[in-house]
C-alpha cells in the first residue's frame, strides 16, 4: 500500500517538480506556490497533501511557519524496485 501511493504521488508532474523544488531546499507551501505561477495556492496545498500522505514529504514547524521538506526514502523504495 504505501509503495502504490508513492507511485500515485510521482505519477503527476507537478508533484515531481514539488519535489524537484524540495530536493534543492526546504520551502513553506507559499513558497512553494509563488514559484508556480499557474498554479493556485490551495491546488498547491492539494499537491502537499498527496505528498505528505505518501510520506514524500515531511513538515517542520518553524514559529508560525509550516516548512516543507523532501523525504527521499519513499523515492529510494521505489528506484531500488524498478
Do not use: C
Not at 509503495?3 to 507537478?14: E, G, K, N, Q, V
Not at 499557474?38 to 500522505?53: C, D, E, G, T
Amino acid at each position: 500500500m504505501k509503495r502504490s501511493l508513492s507511485y500515485h504521488a510521482i505519477s503527476d508532474p507537478t508533484r515531481r517538480q514539488i519535489l524537484d523544488l524540495l530536493h534543492r531546499e526546504s520551502l513553506t507551501a507559499g513558497a512553494i506556490a509563488v514559484r508556480f505561477g499557474k498554479i493556485s495556492r490551495p491546488a498547491v496545498s492539494k499537491h502537499l497533501a498527496v505528498l505528505r500522505r505518501s510520506k514524500l514529504v515531511v513538515i517542520k514547524k518553524q514559529g508560525r511557519e509550516r516548512i516543507y521538506t523532501l523525504n527521499a526514502v519513499p523515492l529510494k523504495e521505489i528506484s531500488e524496485w524498478v
